[in-house]
């Protein structure tokens, strides 16, 4: 199982991204599905859930701003980011939980990360 995250880029304050996280593989179902991101010096922290019935779930520093979506026919993840702040400035890690095919068990898969970078 792969997951192939793109979108980032350098956009000034108050602009806006839109990032997409496709999984790939041989994926039988995928349970929730989240965007991670890790400013230098900081930890990994969760910007925002989503599980495969739509439920979602943001990090107080991004809701009203940020909005995380789903199309399970294409197992693709997005996260459409509005008003950007420079503190937005991060790599953006996808992050899915996967039962693949044959298995019994869900595992955690990540993507590569993509860099977005709020600037002007």
């Known amino acids: 199982v792969q997951l192939q995250a793109s979108g980032g880029g350098l956009v000034q304050p108050g602009g806006s991204l839109r990032l997409s996280c496709a999984a790939s593989?041989?994926?039988?179902?995928?349970?929730?599905m989240d965007w991670y991101r890790q400013a230098p010096g900081k930890e990994r922290e969760l910007v925002a859930a989503i599980t495969s019935g739509g439920s979602t779930n943001y990090a107080d520093s991004v809701k009203g701003r940020f909005t995380i979506s789903r199309d399970n026919a294409k197992n693709t993840v997005y996260l459409q980011m509005n008003s950007l702040k420079p503190e937005d400035t991060a790599p953006y890690y996808c992050r899915a939980e996967v039962m693949r095919y044959g298995r019994s068990q869900w595992n955690i898969y990540w993507g590569q990360g993509t860099q977005v970078t709020v600037s002007s």
């Open positions: 593989g041989s994926i039988f179902s995928i349970d929730t």
